[in-house]
């Protein structure tokens, strides 16, 4: 019979076997043994029969001579492609020899199910179950570094289908050549020394997914020859915990910084409050000096009061972050003459560095249809950001101009404003830097240019609750554009107040008219008394709130009464109300050392007729007793 015939019927009889010559290569392999061991035929046809037998049987010729021995039944374990191995009896059938089937060799496999079999078989599919139900991802692998057998996880990780899809295959079919490479060096080395890798962390690349953190133990399995010839891997998913762990690295990097910016930000502070506090101390001891010429006195003088300012400011600063950092800023918005508005802020920059630096030039640019704009906004707020801009530019700038203006954008309904120079520049990688708190490009700053480095970082923060952003072009060494755009609000024109001038002390005569001053700092009452002395006003004092009501009720008629808002026993809020009950009419002045917008809408609400900050501005004062007394 041929041999083809012959294997038709046995394949078709659905039999077990497989050809072999008397050296063992294997010459055929019916369907069934291919089911039975899990190889495809082409994995083993050619090959030797001794690398499907397992250990100890292997590689000994007398038990290949005792296979190809004629009627001999033998019981052997042979290997299976998932590393298993099955008991089976064998039993040889030599063919005759012919021309075709020199020495053929039929061994004819039948798998025995004895009891331990059966519980081998038990022990698998419990494996399996196990396997399948872990999350963390298990795989076999061959000395080759294939895959043997995977459970549901890792296939999930390689992204098949199902575990079958995987054998055979390796890593670099899945995974980025680096990590590939990584892990085939891992598991070389396990081969050669028998230690195993615990808990390596992987990082693995996928060009459709998100990358992963696994966190993998590999251990070599022996067989009975003692020789390593499966590796274990096991992978536990730790992406969540490596993005934990990395959003704590940066949290630490940031509060590092912070804490750096923080103690720069201390020296520098220590430093500016030191500057002018030194300056008023010592000159205001100055002053005290016998032998002093008048000329002198007036410089130290107007040597205090620049110190006395820049403290001012520098404190208003430390609030106006703390509060925006807080969220407890709040925008109080009013109606505003929008180019009245631009135009003194134009005339006070001007007057104030006109005389100091005569290369540079101011201008206002404002756009000419936009005649008698009223918007609705917080005047002040706006007034803080444009000043810290445009202080900005005159500090980095040595020559050329310094231009401000805004433009409507009437299609977004946004108010576009700009403050440009001709100044140094900001270098590209600084720019996110500048709006951070502290955050300065230059830190040794020269007289003209130093800073605390809080002005931009208010005004981004302004800007944001006023609705808007900021934004900033810059060249090095030809200039820098910052553009701020706010929704633009619009109102009723007749609301505003136009402020009058009426400042002139010298053209003041309050004689006649009666102020009463509720104050408990006797420094602000006696500076008070000293400034308005010249208007020829009468000045009572007292320094509670209860004296206040008492001589209000009692002594009678004041034209004004100024109020301190911080007052020992009951307040200036309170005070103000008990006298309202029986007096509605004269106007109370409320002034606090409080420079906050709140405070100021507060005591409106209160009754209080008009507020001021301390310190006073003389001229503020003048101006907003002048309004008053001309209704009394
Ligand atoms: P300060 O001016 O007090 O240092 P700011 O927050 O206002 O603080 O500005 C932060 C930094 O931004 C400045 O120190 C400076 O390095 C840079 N900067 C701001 N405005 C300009 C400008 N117009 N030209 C060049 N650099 C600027």
């Known amino acids: 019979m041929q041999l083809e015939k012959l294997n038709t019927i046995l394949n078709t009889a659905s039999i077990c076997y497989i050809v072999i010559n008397p050296q063992g290569k294997i010459e055929h392999i019916s369907l069934e043994c291919i089911k039975l061991l899990g190889f495809s035929a082409d994995n083993l046809k050619g090959g030797n029969i001794s690398y499907i037998l397992s250990e100890p049987e292997r590689k000994t010729q007398e038990v290949i001579n005792s296979l190809t021995t004629e009627g001999e039944k033998r019981m052997l374990s042979l290997k299976k492609h998932d590393g298993t191995t099955v008991k089976c009896a064998i039993t040889s059938t030599k063919l005759e020899k012919s021309n075709d089937n020199l020495n053929k060799t039929y061994l ?64 670099f079919d899945y995974f980025s050549k680096e990590h590939a490479k990584l892990a085939l060096e891992d598991e070389t080395y396990i081969l050669k020394t028998g230690k195993p890798i615990v808990n390596k962390e992987e990082k693995l690349v996928f060009e459709d997914r998100p990358t992963k953190w696994v966190s993998t133990t590999k251990v070599g399995v022996k067989n009975l020859n003692g020789e390593i010839d499966q590796i274990i891997g096991i992978s536990r998913d730790i992406t969540a915990n490596k993005i934990a762990e990395q959003q704590v690295v940066k949290a630490l990097e940031k509060a590092t910084e912070s804490d750096r910016l923080k103690s720069a930000f201390l020296a520098n502070m220590s430093h500016e409050i030191r500057t002018p506090l030194n300056a008023i101390i010592g000159f205001a001891g100055l002053l005290n000096e016998t032998n002093i010429t008048e000329k002198k006195k007036n410089k130290f003088v107007d040597i205090i009061i620049t110190s006395g300012n820049i403290l001012l400011s520098l ?170 755009f706010i929704p633009a609000h619009f109102s009723d024109s007749k609301k505003i107040k ?59 008629k004041f034209d004004l009464i100024l109020m301190d808002l911080k007052l020992p026993g009951i307040d200036g809020y309170k005070t103000a109300k008990s006298i309202k009950e029986f007096d509605n009419k004269t106007p109370i002045i409320a002034q606090t050392a409080y420079a906050l917008n709140e405070e100021e809408d507060k005591t409106l609400r209160f009754g209080f007729s008009a507020y001021i900050s301390k310190p006073i501005i003389l001229k503020d004062l003048l101006s907003m007793l002048s309004d008053l007394i001309s209704k009394t």
């Not at 009891?115 to 692998?141: G, V």
């Not at 040595?398 to 440009?420: M, S, T």
């Open 108 to 171: 004819i496999i039948e798998k025995t199910l004895n009891e331990e079999s059966h519980a081998q078989e038990y022990e698998k599919d419990l494996l399996q179950i196990l396997m399948d139900n872990i999350p963390d991802k298990i795989y076999f692998k061959d000395r080759e570094s294939r895959f043997v057998r995977i459970n549901i996880a890792q296939a999930e990780l390689l992204g098949v289908n199902s575990p079958g899809e995987a054998l055979g295959k390796n890593d």
């Open 315 to 484: 404190i208003n600063d430390i609030i106006d972050i703390a509060k925006i950092e807080a969220g407890q800023l709040t925008i109080i918005e009013k109606p505003l003459d929008l180019n009245m508005f631009m135009k003194e802020i134009y005339t006070f920059f001007n007057e104030q560095y006109k005389r100091l630096d005569d290369n540079l030039e101011l201008i206002l640019k404002i756009p000419e249809n936009n005649q008698n704009l009223i918007i609705y906004t917080d005047s002040n707020r706006l007034r803080q950001i444009l000043s810290n801009l445009i202080s900005n530019a005159y500090k980095f700038t040595d020559k050329g101009y310094i231009e401000f203006g805004y433009q409507y954008e009437e299609a977004e309904c946004l108010l576009h404003f700009y403050v440009k120079d001709t100044g140094i520049g900001i270098p590209k990688k600084k720019i996110n830097l500048i709006f951070e708190r502290f955050g300065q490009v230059i830190t040794d700053h020269t007289s003209k240019n130093k800073g605390t480095g809080l002005g931009l970082a208010i005004s981004k923060g302004l800007i944001q609750l006023l609705g808007g952003k900021i934004e900033v072009n810059s060249e090095l060494n030809k200039g820098s554009e910052f553009k701020f």
């Open 498 to 556: 136009r402020k009058q001038d009426k400042t002139d002390i010298n053209s003041i005569n309050w004689s006649g008219k009666h102020l009463l001053v509720v104050e408990d700092d006797y420094n602000s009452y006696n500076f008070l008394k000293e400034v308005l002395m010249p208007t020829q006003i009468e000045i009572s004092h007292v320094d509670t709130g209860e004296k206040a009501i008492e001589l209000c009720k009692n002594v009678g």
